[in-house]
C-alpha cells in the first residue's frame, strides 16, 4: 500500500489535489476537460480561468477561484511568449482555431510539441450558464453520472451548432466604392461645368448682364432761334435737375428746409415730393424736386452730401428777351418738347434725336472693362427767323402803349419787307414771358396777327379799288356824284363825310372812306370779279407764314350772298380776315401788284454748322404794276388830303399810302362788342419798302384815331432803323370834288 503522504489529496469539494512538479516527474501530463467523460480537469479549468474574457466569473468557468489561482502560478513561462489575444480569437471562433493547431477537435486531449516533452496546453472555455440556472459543480458528478437523473445515466450533452461569427467589412471593397462615387460626382460636376461654360453661356451670360445694365439718357441739344442778324431768342443751356431717392432720404423735414433756400421752392412742396410712395407697386426711387438748376447752384447742393439727394445732367431754355416775340417763339415743356409757336411748329427740326449710354453697374458704380454702349446724340438744327430783333422790341413797346392808351383787349402789329415777304416783325397784345409761360393765361400766348379773326372793314376797300383798276372799271382820274348814303336790300350804307350828291375823284373816295362811292364801284366790277379778286389777294385761306393753327379767315360764297351783301362785302364786311392776310395783300400792292407769301423762317442750320435757306415763298401776280403804283398813289390822299381820315399816320419826310379802317370783331361768327379800328400803309410810297398794319379792338374809336398814331411811329423807327433816305419829292396834290 502506498504511502499517506504518496496519496493524492483532495480538496474540501472532494477533488483530488496534486502537485504539478510532481506529476510532470512522473510523466504524467496534466489532465484536461474530456479525459474523464466530460470531468474537468484542473488544468483546463485553470488556463480557462486565466483567460476569461472580461465580465466573466469564476463560477462561470466551472472551477474555484483558489484553483484558479493555483493554476495560474502552476503556467509554464513558456506561455507568457504567446499572443495574448489568442484567446480572444479562440472565443470569436469558438474554440475551433486551438483544436486544429492541437491537431485535434476542440476539447480533445493535448500533444506534445515537436518531442519536447513538454505540454501543449488547448484552452477552452466552459458554456454559459443560463440566466436563472445555478452553475453545474464537478462535486455532484460521480462517475459520469449525475444525480439529479433517476436512472443513473449520464445526462445527454445538447447538440449546439457552432455560433457562425460575424463577417468583417472588406476595406479594399469599401475603398473601392467610395473612389467610384467620387469619380462619378466629379464627373458629373466636370460634365455641368462644360456645358454652363460652353453651352449655356450666353443664356446664363445675357440674363447676369440684364441684372447688372443701367441705360442713361443723352438728350440732344435743342436747336437754337435766332433772329436775322444771329441774336439769340431762344436757346438751350446746360443745367442739372436736382432729385430725390425717397427710399434713402433720412430727415425729410431737415432736408426740406435746406434745400428750399437753394432751389427757391417752399419746404413743404419739397417735403411733399420727398415722401415715400408708390409707383407701380414697388418703392419709388426717383422724384424730381427742380429742373433746370444752374450748375454752380448744383454743385453746391452737392456739397452738402445730403442722403437721398443727387443731380443729374438737364437741359434749359432760355429766352434772353422774356417776352420779346414770344408769341411768335411760343415755349417748350420742362423735357424740351415744343408746346406753342414756332417751338411746337418746328418741333421735329429743332428737338434732333436722343441718344442713350447703356453700361454695366457694380456696387453703385460702372463695371471698368465691361459692357458698354454709348449711342451719340444728335443735336437739333438751329433756325434763323426773319424778325429783327430790334424792331420786334419798338414794335411791340409802341404796340403796348397804344392799346393800353385804348383800353384795347387785343391788338396785332405786323412789319413786312414788301421786296422779300419777310416778316421783321410780327407783335401781339397781350403778350407774356415765355421764359416762365405757367405764369401766363392762355389767351396771353395767342398770335393775334394770325388768329385774330376781324370784319376788317374800310381797309378792304383798297382791294376793291385795286379789281376795278386791273379790270378797268375805273382810272386814277374817275370821278362820279356821290350820295350821302346808298340802299342794298334792308340796308342803308352811310358815308362819315357827305358829298351831298356832288362828283367826287376816286382819290377823294379814298381819302374821306367813302361807303358810298365804293359800292357803287363795286356794283359796275360785279361780285363774281370781286370774291376772285378777294382769293387772288390771298384771303380766305392760311397764308402759310409758318405759325401754328394760323386762321383761314372766310370769303362769303356768291351762293350766300343777299340784297345787302353787295353793300357790306366791298366796304369789308361780311369777309372774316386775319390782320397778317391784310398786311400780305397790301405788300402786293406795294410790290407792283406780285403777291409774296409772307414767312418767318429765312433759313437753318444744321448741327455741322451748314446754313440751307428756307424754300422760296409763293408768288403770284395780282396787279399790273402801273395799276399797282396807280392804287399806291390814290392811297397816299388818305394820309395828305385834308380832312383825310389817316393824317395821324403820316411820316414826316416820306411819303406814305395806306388805309384806315374800322370793322368788327368776330367770335365764333358772332360779332363781339366794341370795334377794331386798324391802319395799313407803307412807305416811301413812291418805292415802298415796309409794309406796317395795326389792329386794335377797342371799346370805341376808328382807324384813324386809335391805330394810325401807333403806325406811324413803327413806321418812323423802322425806316430810320434800316436806313431809308427820306422820300426826295413830294406827294401830288388831290382834288376832291373836281
Known sequence: MPSRSDEPRRDATGSRRGSSRGASDRGVPPRTTGERGGEPGIGGISDARAYTPRGRTIREGGGTPAAGRAEQRRTPRSSRSQDPFRPALQVLDGGRAAATRAGGRPGGPTRRDGGTGRATVVRTVTARTPRGEAAESPRRRVGGRDPRREDGAAPRRPARKPPRPPRLADPVRRLRLGTALVMVMFVA?????????????????????????????????????????????????????????????????????????????????????????????????????????????????????????????????????????????????????????LEARYDDLLHGEDGERTFEIGLGAPIPGGYSRTTPAKPGSSMVLTIDRDLQFMTQRILSEQAKAAQASTAAAIVLDVRTGEVLAQASEPTYNAARPQHSDPTDREDAATSFVV?????????????????????????????????????????????????????????????????????????????????????????????????????LPLSEWSDSSHGSVPIGHSVDATPLQMAAAYAAIANDGTYIQPHLVKETID????????????????????????????????????????????????????????????????KQPGDVASFIGMAPAENPRYVIAVFVHSPSGGGGKVAAPAFRDMMTFTLRHFKVPPSSEAPPKFTVFP
Open 189 to 341: 460636376i466636370g460634365i455641368r461645368l462644360v456645358v454652363l461654360q460652353a453651352v449655356d453661356t450666353p443664356a446664363y451670360a445675357d440674363g447676369g448682364v440684364a441684372d447688372r445694365l443701367r441705360t442713361v439718357q443723352l438728350p440732344a441739344p435743342r436747336g437754337a432761334i435766332y433772329d436775322r442778324g444771329g441774336a439769340a431768342l431762344a436757346h438751350s443751356v446746360e443745367a442739372r435737375y436736382v432729385y430725390a431717392d425717397p427710399t434713402r432720404v433720412k430727415d425729410i423735414e431737415s432736408t426740406a428746409r435746406t434745400l428750399s433756400p437753394l432751389l427757391g421752392i417752399p419746404a413743404s412742396e419739397l417735403t411733399e415730393k420727398m415722401r415715400p410712395r408708390k409707383r407701380y407697386g414697388v418703392d419709388s426711387r426717383f422724384e424730381y424736386l427742380a429742373r433746370g438748376v444752374d450748375i454752380d447752384r448744383a454743385r453746391e447742393i452737392m456739397k452738402l452730401e445730403l442722403p437721398g439727394i443727387y443731380t443729374q445732367r438737364d437741359e434749359r431754355r432760355e429766352v434772353p428777351g422774356g417776352d420779346l416775340a414770344a408769341n411768335l417763339i411760343g415755349f417748350t415743356s420742362i423735357d424740351m418738347a415744343g408746346l406753342e409757336g
Open 607 to 670: 448741327p455741322q454748322g451748314n446754313r440751307t435757306p428756307a424754300e422760296p415763298p409763293a408768288t403770284r401776280p395780282v396787279l399790273s404794276p402801273d395799276n399797282a403804283k396807280a392804287l399806291r398813289t390814290i392811297m397816299e390822299a388818305v394820309t395828305t388830303v385834308e380832312n383825310a381820315t389817316g393824317l395821324a399816320a403820316a411820316v414826316p419826310g416820306y411819303r406814305v399810302a395806306g388805309k384806315t379802317g374800322t370793322g368788327w370783331r368776330l367770335v365764333d361768327g358772332k
Open 455 to 555: 370784319d376788317p372793314g374800310s381797309v378792304h376797300k383798297a382791294i376793291t379799288f385795286g379789281a376795278a383798276l386791273q379790270e378797268g372799271v375805273i382810272t386814277p382820274d374817275t370821278s362820279f356824284p356821290v350820295s350821302n348814303a346808298i340802299r342794298k336790300g334792308d340796308t342803308w350804307f352811310p358815308d362819315t363825310h357827305f358829298a351831298n350828291g356832288r362828283r367826287m375823284s376816286v382819290a377823294g373816295m379814298m381819302a374821306y372812306s367813302s361807303n358810298v362811292g365804293t359800292i357803287q364801284i363795286a356794283d359796275k366790277l360785279g361780285p363774281e370779279r370781286l370774291i376772285d379778286y378777294q382769293r387772288r389777294f390771298g384771303l380766305g385761306k392760311p397764308t402759310g407764314v409758318g405759325m401754328p393753327g394760323e386762321a383761314s379767315g372766310r370769303l
